[in-house]
């Protein structure tokens, strides 16, 4: 089973499937395929002793690597990264948007927290030609806060942290975790096409 995964992570299959039931929602609800705003996080994560690269993510406080994820405005995945929890997130972005934008042609515009103010991730969206919208939490608010268009990419991260195999970096491989996060956005977006009448949680 292995070797298939890796037979169709290597030949673009699981990509291909997920790209595909995602422009069969958004043209289902009555929209068009390719979206012209999405927003971006990344997710820390442990790995385990299967080796590969990692690093120490000091914000976080743990040892492991990043998923990276880039979300439509609905919460459906439109690509992810992982690599090593010590790279920044605005220094990975760059590689990121040159996997979505081929398959994304008509997005325009990029939602992210603070933490992406940075040169190096204005310069990435300057050369996909995205622009980059900061959003920032309200002054004076303590806690936990839904922020405006934030709120969409954390609760995909917690979609994800639902699938057991999630819970944890269990890959030797980056590009084999970057499967597995794919492979829970199909499962996501099967039930979604199986259940379409069942209520989707929106923001309060």
């Known amino acids: ?31 068009e ?21 990692r690093g120490w993510d000091a914000a976080k406080r743990l040892k492991g690597r990043k998923r990276h994820i880039v979300v439509d405005t609905d919460g459906l995945l439109l690509g992810v990264i992982v690599h090593a ?12 948007l040159k996997r979505v934008k081929p398959l994304c042609a008509w997005l325009r515009v990029l939602f992210a927290d ?17 622009v980059l919208i900061i959003v920032r939490r309200a002054a004076g608010t303590t806690g936990c806060v839904v922020q405006p268009r934030r709120w969409v990419v954390e609760r995909s991260l917690g979609w994800f942290g639902r699938w057991r195999r999630l819970s944890k970096d269990y890959e030797a491989l980056p590009e084999v975790s ?9 499962r996501l977006m099967l039930h979604r096409l199986a259940h379409p009448n069942r209520r989707r949680l929106t923001a309060p």
Do not use: K
């Open 1 to 31: 089973m292995y070797g298939y995964l890796r037979a169709f992570l290597r030949d673009g299959v699981w990509e291909s499937i997920r790209h595909h039931f995602l422009v069969t929602l958004r043209e289902g609800a009555g929209r």
């Open 33 to 53: 395929a390719s979206p012209t705003a999405a927003i971006i996080d990344t997710q820390s994560v442990r790995t385990t002793e299967s080796g590969g690269p």
């Open 85 to 96: 929890a010590d790279i920044q997130d605005a220094d990975s972005l760059g590689d990121l």
């Open 114 to 130: 603070s933490i992406y103010n940075r040169l190096a991730a204005l310069l990435a969206c300057i050369l996909a030609g995205l």
């Open 178 to 186: 970057e499967a597995m996060v794919t492979l829970a956005a199909i």
